[in-house]
């Protein structure tokens, strides 16, 4: 029994010293990874007209934890481009401004 709660302990501290639920788990932001977010939310949002590829471009005021402005030029299946001003904030999240 005490083995059992000792790995059950061990588990948990694994979860939490692996930081599950933080937002920008895995380092600063880049342009790559901010274009891989929103490829993936696009995807979660099952559109008729998903992102095939997006790419990012930081701009003057993105800091070393990648939070700041981007223009993020978007590319759909249906052969549409579109560009998004995307503000970054430090804990990784965004949106669209």
């Known amino acids: 029994m005490k083995q059992r709660f000792s790995l059950i302990v061990l ?16 380092g600063p932001v880049t342009p ?14 099952n559109t008729n007209n998903p992102l095939t590829n997006v790419q990012c471009y930081p701009q003057s005021d993105v800091k070393a934890d ?7 030029d978007e590319y ?7 560009r998004a001003k995307v503000a970054v904030n430090p804990d990784g999240s965004w949106k669209n401004t």
Do not use: M, P, R
């Open 11 to 26: 588990a948990l501290t694994l979860v939490v010293a692996t930081g599950c639920g933080s937002n920008n788990s895995g």
């Open 32 to 45: 790559e990874k901010l274009a891989q977010k929103i490829v993936d939310s696009n995807h979660k949002a």
């Open 66 to 72: 990648g939070s700041g402005t981007y223009f993020c």
């Open 76 to 82: 759909f299946q249906s052969g549409g481009q579109s």
